[in-house]
């Protein structure tokens, strides 16, 4: 399968957004919103970042192969998955659960800062790979003047290499 880290990502989103939506009907049914923050915790961790994890490296997957892609969304789902129980016991009055949500909090971060180091690295074997695309020519028939500059700026042009 073409870029399956990508399609990955997006299957733990799913996941985790299921899980987070589940605990939400849980809290209405029941009356005690005592869990909203680790609830809202595990849909902007689990989902939404996830998410964009996912789609950054389905738009990018030269920056998808290699072992940093899969190391960035094992600490964000290790961290996220360990955060909400954990988080949610505290807000229960669970004090002793505490240190367990900061460890999980350390490791979400760590994955973050992994993928800041994804996103700013060189995939390998991009050496001249800017020279190449200013050289590319656009393909216009949709693009209805000859301003590719403001295309290339905004990536509204395909290129042919």
């Known amino acids: 399968m073409r870029n399956s880290i990508g399609?990955?990502?997006?299957?733990?989103?799913?996941?985790l957004l299921l899980t987070g939506m589940a605990a939400g009907i849980a809290m209405a049914a029941s009356g005690n919103h005592s869990i909203y923050s680790a609830h809202a915790h595990l849909n902007l961790l689990g989902f939404v970042v996830t998410s964009i994890y996912g789609g950054y490296f389905t738009m990018f997957p030269a920056k998808a192969a290699g072992p940093l892609p899969k190391a960035v969304l094992g600490l964000h789902a290790a961290g996220t998955v360990a955060m909400f129980?954990?988080?949610?016991?505290?807000?229960?009055?669970?004090?002793?659960?505490?240190?367990?949500?900061?460890?999980?909090?350390?490791?979400?971060?760590?994955?973050?800062?992994?993928?800041?180091?994804?996103?700013?690295?060189?995939?390998?074997?991009?050496?001249?790979?800017?020279?190449?695309?200013?050289?590319?020519?656009?393909?216009t028939s949709w693009w209805p003047d000859k301003s590719h500059e403001a295309a290339m700026i905004f990536g509204f042009a395909h290129y042919q290499n």
């Not at 990502?9 to 996941?15: D, E, G, Q, R, S």
């Open 7 to 15: 399609n990955l990502y997006f299957k733990t989103a799913i996941v």
């Open 85 to 139: 129980p954990s988080l949610s016991l505290v807000l229960l009055g669970h004090e002793a659960m505490e240190p367990v949500v900061a460890v999980a909090s350390i490791i979400v971060f760590l994955g973050a800062v992994t993928f800041a180091v994804a996103v700013f690295r060189e995939p390998k074997g991009s050496e001249g790979i800017n020279e190449r695309s200013k050289q590319a020519k656009p393909e």
